[in-house]
């Protein structure tokens, strides 16, 4: 039977390798981002076959009921490839590697947090930020503004209330070595792979010491929040303070300090160069009819972001065209079907989000393009609940589904709907930005660094 399933994968099409030792690799990660991916697709359809290092098989899908089955069915998991990056980046008790019941009751903890309604009492804070963003473009006299770190720091910001600066630069990987190692710590067994973070080099010790730092801070802000609380101080309006001393959090006994420690590092690096990096939207004018209308506002006086749908839908379409995230792995634990295709237990299956965010049977023969009138018109899919919002991958899907996406998207609002009110944004003459998959998705100059400089003007 395993030749058979092995067969089986063998008869799908896919494009031919490059070389048995890079496979399709180089053509897949390195730039133009996702140009081959659009092609093997439109060749191949949503599940095509293509290879990794070493000749090894790969299975790309698209296909929306596919993906929902590998999102949901609980016979698949994080590749042991991931989950061992997970660990190195996030710690051993993050939420991204626990698994069944220990990750169903943390999440079903930290959602307390990410609620509709919670989500909402971040409103104030977040407006704070985006007002420092804004002094902070005004007060530059530099004729092109790098807007990276300025974003990035939002999300750290209001997750803790904390100015430290998280150390960014992990993300920064290069994407040739990142395959390399998911190819070769593939070939390891994983209680092998995982001990390569004790190796003496210097990536594995900036690893180590990120997550030792992680912890480090995570402590001292659980131990911040808890002494204002005794002290009958308000702590604040963060996660943190969300988590710990809200009376509602109080009573969500089965959420430990440390449960909360060991989620800093994804709250660091998980929240912010995702939301920064979502919030770009190069070589596109954004609608600014609000200038001259002020923004609308709930009952309260509050500003109402959800009644902007030009804004709304030029971030669905940010999302669409550019997922922090375009792929994922996830292996079979269980079973040996996948629909009609036969899977051997432990086949790497790269989930292509980004490929069916393009599908033309789905957003359109223009799917390729940024259009986000496309959310307006109405001409997008609008009921069979793929992903937890507007029917995007872009922040994952099933038990992993990103637990931040609510306050994900509400940043982008906040921020987007400062910044596009006060400043005009251009691209500076000797500049370009261009996305690039660094682990996730980047906006990057030419060089290939991370940045996305604009020439920046006040308008109000
Ligand atoms: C535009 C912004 C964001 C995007 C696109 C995004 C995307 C994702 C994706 C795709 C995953 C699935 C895991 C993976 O495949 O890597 C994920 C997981 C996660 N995200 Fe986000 N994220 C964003 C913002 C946030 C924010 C603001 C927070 C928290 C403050 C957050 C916290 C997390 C956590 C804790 C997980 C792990 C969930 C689990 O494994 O159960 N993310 N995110």
């Given amino acids: ?21 890079l496979g399709n690799m180089l053509q897949l990660f390195l730039p133009p981002y996702g140009h081959y991916d659009d092609i093997w697709r439109k060749t191949y359809g949503t599940v095509y076959r293509f290879q990794g290092c070493f000749g090894r098989d790969r299975l790309m899908v698209s296909d929306p009921l596919a993906l929902q089955h590998i999102l949901t069915s609980g016979e698949f998991e994080f590749a042991p490839i991931f989950d061992t990056l997970f660990r190195w980046l996030f710690g051993e008790r993050n939420m991204a590697v626990l698994k069944g019941k220990e990750h169903r009751n943390l999440r079903t903890a930290w959602n307390a ?14 407006e704070k930020v985006a007002q420092g963003i804004s002094e902070k473009l005004d007060t530059s006299d530099s004729p092109a503004i790098d807007i990276c770190p300025l974003l990035s720091s939002a999300t750290w910001y209001l997750a803790a209330q904390s100015t430290t600066s998280e150390p960014r630069h992990l993300l920064q990987a290069n994407p040739q070595r990142k395959f390399l ?7 390891l067994p994983s209680w092998l792979f995982r001990r390569a973070i004790y190796l003496p080099t210097k990536a594995s010790q900036a690893l180590r010491t990120h997550v030792e730092l992680a912890s480090r801070e995570g402590w001292r802000l659980v131990h911040e929040k808890m002494d204002a609380a005794k002290q009958g101080l308000d702590g604040g309006d963060d996660v943190y303070s969300m988590l710990l001393i809200r009376p509602d959090a109080q009573t969500n006994k089965s959420l430990r300090p440390e449960d909360i420690v060991a989620q800093t590092s994804v709250m660091m690096i998980g929240g912010s160069d995702t939301t920064s990096s979502s919030r770009k939207t190069p070589s596109y004018k954004i609608p600014c009819e609000r200038r001259y209308t002020g923004r609308p506002r709930t009952s309260r006086g509050d500003v109402a972001y959800d009644s902007m749908p030009l804004l709304i839908a030029t971030i669905k379409e940010s999302l669409r065209i ?14 040996e079907r996948l629909s009609q295709i036969q899977v051997k237990t432990g086949q790497l299956v790269t989930l292509g989000f980004a490929s069916y965010q393009k599908l033309e049977s789905r957003w359109g023969e223009d799917s390729g393009q940024f259009n986000p009138g496309r959310w307006l018109e109405s001409r997008v899919p609008q ?3 793929i992903g937890p919002y507007a029917n995007l991958l872009a922040f994952s899907g099933g038990a992993h589904t990103c637990v931040g996406w609510r306050l994900a998207v509400l940043e982008m609002q906040v921020i987007l709907s400062e910044l596009i009110d006060k400043f005009a944004f251009s691209l500076p003459v000797e500049e370009s930005i261009e996305p690039r998959y660094m682990t996730n998705l980047m906006p990057t100059n030419t060089e290939g ?3 996305a ?3 920046v003007k006040r308008v109000l």
């Fill in 1 to 21: 039977s395993t030749i058979r399933q092995q067969s089986s994968i063998q008869r799908i099409p896919g494009p031919p390798p490059s070389s048995w030792l």
């Fill in 322 to 335: 550019y997922p922090v995230r375009p792929w994922t792995a996830f292996s079979l634990t269980t079973g």
């Fill in 181 to 187: 190692v998911d190819e070769f710590g593939g070939l």
């Fill in 383 to 385: 009921s069979d609940a």
């Fill in 453 to 455: 400089a604009f020439c």
């Fill in 113 to 126: 947090a990410f609620t509709a309604g919670a989500v909402r009492q971040y409103q104030p804070i977040l």
């Fill in 449 to 451: 660094q991370k940045r």
